[in-house]
């Protein structure tokens, strides 16, 4: 190795070779490791530390860094403002069907793709990959076309349909990875011993994919709660979700700042407690999918 | 598992090949068919053959979007691949060593939430957290703590500055997903790797440089792609943070934008189809490029 000569290798007292134990480095990463973390953290305290606040203290001039006086009267007229409910209630609504919809149809496709060997799946996969990459906005035109024709503007299913399309193609491929991970000897073993290929499937594929189809759904999730286009474009105000809510709402109001932040935070809310259940899972999830070529 | 595999693979890929077909395959037909006319949203489409090509040829703010995506599809990976590289590797490995294990700096699974906490932000809070950020009076965060609101920075308002502030926040938004990826893919790198390459004497900086970086192309192969896409994308934070939807004056214009404002703005149906076309054709050169380019021999582990 061609590298620096500065150091030499040391042995601790157990004998092992070690890097980086000089004292200097580690300061140096973990001084690098705080600073940065305050970056990302500092402005999502800032909108806490804003929703707690009462109206006159959000304006103080001078900020302060704790609420003087704190209240969830923001919270309360966020939830009492117009279609804030509906508009959560639809969100969830919408949210829940295309992450499972998606789910159920792509563990199908994905198992295909993953298990079968057929004509046409190379192309198969290079037309899901290569569709997930063009923006979303080029196809609103002709998406709302159809809605309109089928008359499912204006309605949750169609925006629960768009939304699971959208996603699908994500979890295809993550759970073809997951299910490519299971060793084929596992459904070989299982037929051997007399399961139909249903039953392998269902009772040795589909339980070792668990994790996977955890770790899957965060993403759709994520994708299908914070989309507003295609919901803004598609439905009135009182068949949005919340995205679309506070976007309004942060053009009419102007400078509601209180209410505005609590708002966005209870729309955060659901992906953030969802995330921290399953934060465990959420790196193989991202790997199988996006490094198993 | 040869016979009878055809039913299964029928009866799995029915739905997802049928909506697939309907609401991607067709709907890109669709855009491809209203980018020949002059559609407005009712009526027939007049046919107009290669017009709106032309046009936009010819349009300075289409001109000006390219540019804006040309600055993010350069800084947007270059500088979330180099933050997060750096800190996955804090994470994992930069701790030092204890037991012959390479660790990473301490409280590393806390940072691992922290990092990934802007990507579960919705975009419109996302947009309302850096308006008070960029805020020009002494209330936002940036000019408040820089002289109190006296002489801001008007990040968003000042045509030198609004793009790069945008690409400030999708680095913000981005990083953590990548610490994570990245952080996945070193925690595959055997650990004797390290321990070889610690007996050879290498210091924190070789390590990263010609031991985790190598093992991990593939994986930083992907990021540039998905990050490039991204840097196509842009039309969601630009439409709901920038001044004027893409301003000022077309600085933070993205191809997305101009197709949004086409439809809503001036009903262009027909142009903002042909602008589709475009960043389809665009997008799919790019991911296409970068896979040839970035291939090199991956370091067999």
Known sequence: ?293 | MRHGKYPFIIGFLAVPVALYGTFVVAAYVQTFQLSFTSFRGFGAATYVGLDNFVRLWDDSQFWQALRNHAVLLIFLPLITIAIALVFAFLLNVGGGAKGGMQRGVWGSKFYRVVFFFPQLLALALVAVIFGRVYSPDGSGLINGLLNGGDDPILFLADQRWALWSILAVLIWQAVGFYVVLFSAGMGSVPQEIYEAAALDGATRVTLFFRVTIPLLWNTVQVAWVYLGIAAFDAFALVNIMTVDRGGPDGATMVLGMLIYRNIFDYSQYGYASAIGVVLFFLTLTFAALTLRVTRRDTVEM
Do not use: H
């Open chain 1, 1 to 293: 190795m061609a590298g620096k000569k500065g150091r030499k290798p040391s042995a601790d007292e157990q004998g092992t070779v070690t890097v980086g134990r000089s004292g200097l480095g580690t300061v140096v990463a973990n001084t690098f490791g705080v600073i940065f973390a305050v970056v990302m953290i500092f402005p999502v305290y800032w909108v806490l530390n804003t929703a707690f606040k009462p109206a006159p203290e959000v304006l103080q001039f001078e900020p302060s860094f704790f609420p003087e006086a704190p209240t969830f009267d923001n919270f309360i007229s966020a939830f009492n403002a117009p279609y804030f409910v509906d508009d959560l209630i639809n969100g969830m609504l919408v949210t829940v069907f295309a992450v499972f919809g998606a789910l159920v149809v792509g563990f199908l496709a994905a198992l295909a793709i993953a298990r079968f060997s057929f004509y046409g799946r190379k192309a198969l996969i290079l037309i899901i990959l290569a569709v997930q990459l063009v923006p979303l906005v080029a196809l609103l035109i002709p998406l709302f076309l159809m809605m309109q024709k089928v008359q499912l503007t204006n309605s949750l299913i169609g925006v629960g349909i768009v939304y699971l399309v959208l996603i699908l193609p994500y979890t295809v491929w993550t759970l073809r990875g997951f299910i490519a991970g299971i060793p084929r000897e596992l459904d070989e073993a299982a037929l051997v011993d007399g399961c139909n290929r249903w039953q392998t499937f269902w009772r040795i594929i589909l339980p070792l994919t668990g994790p996977g189809l955890v770790a899957t759904s965060i993403y759709g999730f994520i994708q299908a709660w914070n989309e507003f286009i295609i919901i803004n474009t598609f439905n009135s105000p009182e068949k949005q979700n919340l995205m679309a809510w506070l976007l309004q709402n942060q053009t009419n109001r102007g400078t509601a700042w209180g209410p505005l932040m609590a708002g966005a935070i209870i729309t955060s809310l659901p992906v953030v407690v969802f995330f921290l259940l399953i934060q465990r899972n959420i790196a193989t999830g991202m790997t199988a999918g996006a490094v198993k070529g």
